[in-house]
């Protein structure tokens, strides 16, 4: 029995080596396949604002394409407060698996101008930033009762008044704050900000004639405009929205190359799997072609947009720096 174990040794060890082939490729072939069939469970999409927001409605139109585009459930998981901090935490300690992304919008990266080194994460480093879905551009609208038509007129009534044409925001380091800024320092004109807890009362106080003016995002001033309770001077974007064909950008109506607008996107935490990510960004991009998600983005005031990768990466470092060096120029810090 010895000598015919001894004999048949050498065709023992093809045997084995061939087993081990064998299932190092059947372990590669599962990897692969697990990896192509992602997602294999629900998704959880976690949002820093209230259900019924902006970035709540886009997140939840998004999830919806994404479940029927990857036959997984995309659930969104609210989680607001502290301008949105709460919310990027959670994702930027969650597992890099694709199960846990994070909806944002043009608040994340005004995280490190506000915080200024008090958050456990890093706006850019934390994150691998997937796609855009949406944007909505700024503009500039006035109260009824103020005697000005025309961008021009605005600059020239705040030049003649310093200090005492308002502008209304969100609040103390809101997107309508920093879009307010960066105007007044490009033209050299001082205004009164006013700072309010939301959007609604701003458009209340315009509509009211207690307020002169607000650098708004359009989705929240669109059917004012439309009706006509407030005017729209001009829009921050290169070429006229086709939400407002008649306002002018301000470029056009003698702003310079001022531009802003507020983006929703998608955001995971830092080292996502390449496949995954590319998976992520496709079901993104679709969404934002698709005539459907396109037709709702306007009835809210935005429309589809779709950066995705190192265009997106790109498009987060430059606003963390810019908002990062205007927080700093006005002392500008979250309480």
């Given at each position: 029995m010895a000598r015919n174990f001894k004999k048949n040794r050498p065709l023992a060890i093809v045997k084995h080596a061939l087993a081990a082939i064998v299932l190092v490729a059947a372990g590669n072939a599962f990897a692969q396949s697990g990896a192509a069939a992602y997602p294999t469970?629900?998704?959880?999409?976690?949002?820093?604002?209230?259900?019924?927001?902006?970035?709540?409605?886009?997140?939840?139109?998004?999830?919806?394409?994404?479940?029927?585009?990857?036959?997984?459930?995309?659930?969104?998981?609210?989680k607001p407060g502290a301008g949105t901090v709460i919310a990027a935490q959670a994702v930027a300690i969650a597992p890099a698996d694709g199960y846990t992304l994070l909806f944002g919008a043009t608040n994340h990266t005004m995280i490190p101008a506000l915080y200024q080194?008090?958050?456990?994460?890093?706006?850019?480093?934390?994150?691998?930033?997937?796609?855009?879905?949406?944007?909505?551009?700024?503009?500039?609208?006035?109260?009824?009762?103020?005697?000005?038509?025309?961008?021009?007129?605005?600059?020239?009534?705040?030049?003649?008044?310093?200090?005492?044409?308002?502008?209304?925001?969100?609040?103390?380091?809101?997107?309508?704050?920093f879009a307010t800024e960066v105007f007044a320092r490009a033209q050299g004109l001082q205004l009164n900000?006013?700072?309010?807890?939301?959007?609604?009362?701003?458009?209340?106080?315009?509509?009211?004639?207690?307020?002169?003016?607000?650098?708004?995002?359009?989705?929240?001033?669109?059917?004012?405009?439309?009706?006509?309770k407030l005017r729209a001077l001009a829009v921050g974007e290169p070429q006229r929205s086709a939400l407002v064909p008649d306002v002018p950008t301000f470029a056009e109506a003698g702003g310079g190359n001022y531009a802003a607008d507020v983006w929703y996107g998608v955001l995971a935490p830092a080292g996502l799997p390449e496949s995954i990510a590319q998976a992520l960004e496709r079901t993104a991009a679709d969404f934002a072609k698709s005539s459907s998600a396109a037709e709702k983005l306007r009835g809210m005031g935005m429309e589809a947009e779709s950066v995705c990768g190192n265009a997106f990466a790109t498009r987060v470092a430059r606003e963390v720096t810019t908002y990062s060096q205007i927080a700093k120029a006005l002392d500008l810090k979250a309480d």
């Open positions: 469970k629900p998704v959880k999409l976690v949002v820093g604002f209230a259900a019924g927001g902006p970035t709540d409605v886009v997140a939840r139109a998004f999830a919806d394409h994404a479940s029927k585009a990857l036959g997984q459930p995309f659930i969104i998981d609210n080194g008090r958050v456990k994460f890093d706006a850019m480093k934390s994150f691998r930033p997937l796609c855009t879905v949406a944007g909505s551009p700024t503009v500039l609208v006035v109260a009824p009762n103020l005697p000005v038509k025309t961008l021009a007129d605005y600059q020239a009534k705040a030049r003649a008044e310093p200090g005492r044409v308002t502008a209304g925001t969100a609040g103390v380091g809101s997107s309508g704050h900000h006013v700072p309010y807890k939301g959007a609604a009362p701003v458009v209340t106080d315009l509509m009211g004639g207690q307020l002169d003016s607000s650098f708004a995002t359009l989705g929240s001033v669109l059917p004012q405009i439309q009706s006509g």
